[in-house]
């Protein structure tokens, strides 16, 4: 059990603050969607930065972050989205571990870039799972603290709150600061053509690819909604429901696509005309509604070689396939 005094008091929530590890899997048969971290890339670093296993909950922050006071000393490192980070009024560094000491107040400022950033401390957060999973669905009430986001006055509960740094090569370092900045790359998102990408008109492929597509203010975990040029069908038919992924591309009657993430559905009934390359999911969640994108194609085999390539990134970072950090 975690010490009384191994706590983090929340002196201001933030704009959505909620607790996320890699999802909850093995469930969506029974309608239950996986969530989970919207960039697994930077919620995985900022646990490897403190040696915490990738499955340990971090603390994913949206926009606008909270005010956090630590009760005893703590490990803590930040990833993804730079919210301008600060312990007792001394800027940090993005990427880098970093002491809290007993007594210290964690903010966060202005956004300089990204939409998502993630909070890890070491031992992570004492929490129960729900069905395997620390994370929070918020639209059911279930997962991370009390099935929401955090409220001001809420307290946290570490783990094993070690605030020993992880040992950790320059090289390592070096490699998740390159990752990161691959991430910044403001250049097209990769997808691959979706299960009906032939029902769709030649003019309307020729859009979805060559067009820029603006993410609607109604984004969010569940699904980024784009709005652009009217995607049309070759012909209307009914469909029946399938299975839909996290980056799914459905395009409903008005034609204008939805993209799926972390929340999605577990099935939809819509014509796919993409689906977002996995290695560039987490580029796309850290993209804001108000921003404009634009997508490009890719195969499945340039696809799946890209992401060999960062599952073994992370394999060399924590030290070997198990993901146990060093």
Wanted: proline letters at 7%; aromatic letters at 6%.
């Amino acid at each position: 059990m975690p010490e009384p005094n191994a706590a983090v008091e929340v002196l201001k929530p933030g704009a959505f603050t909620t607790l996320q590890d890699l999802g909850r899997h093995g469930y969506q048969h029974l309608g239950v969607p996986v969530g989970g971290a919207m960039d697994e890339i930077s919620h995985r670093l900022a646990n490897a930065l403190v040696g915490n296993p990738a499955s340990a909950a971090t603390l994913e922050i949206t926009l606008l972050g909270p005010t956090l006071r630590f009760a005893a000393d703590a490990l803590v490192a930040c990833c993804g989205a730079d919210l301008s980070m600060t312990i007792d009024g001394r800027a940090v560094r993005p990427a880098a571990a970093e002491l809290v000491p007993a007594g210290a107040t964690l903010q966060f400022g202005p956004r300089v870039r990204g939409l998502r950033a993630y909070l890890a401390v070491r031992g992570s957060f004492a929490v129960d799972q729900v069905m395997g999973s620390a994370s929070t669905y918020a639209r059911a009430g279930f997962g991370g603290y009390h099935g929401r986001p955090l409220r001001k006055g809420d307290v946290l509960l570490l783990g094993d709150h070690d605030s020993s740094p992880p040992q950790r090569s320059a090289d390592a370092r070096a490699a998740a600061a390159a990752l990161l900045a691959a991430m910044d790359d403001s250049g097209p998102i990769r997808v691959l053509p979706g299960r009906e990408w032939g029902a769709f008109t030649t003019p309307s492929q020729a859009n979805w690819l060559e067009q820029a597509w603006r993410i609607g203010v109604q984004s969010e975990r569940m699904g980024y909604r784009l709005e652009g040029p009217v995607l049309e069908r070759r012909e209307r038919r009914d469909m029946l429901s399938e299975a839909v992924a996290f980056g799914t591309v459905q395009v409903p009657p008005d034609g204008q696509p939805i993209v799926l993430m972390a929340e999605r559905q577990t099935t939809g009934g819509y014509p796919r005309i993409a689906q977002v390359a996995a290695v560039d999911l987490p580029r796309l969640a850290q993209r804001a509604p108000g921003e404009y994108l634009r997508f490009a194609a890719i195969d499945i085999d340039a696809a799946q070689r890209l992401l060999i390539e960062r599952a073994r990134f992370f394999d060399d970072l924590n030290g070997g396939p198990t993901g146990q950090p060093r």
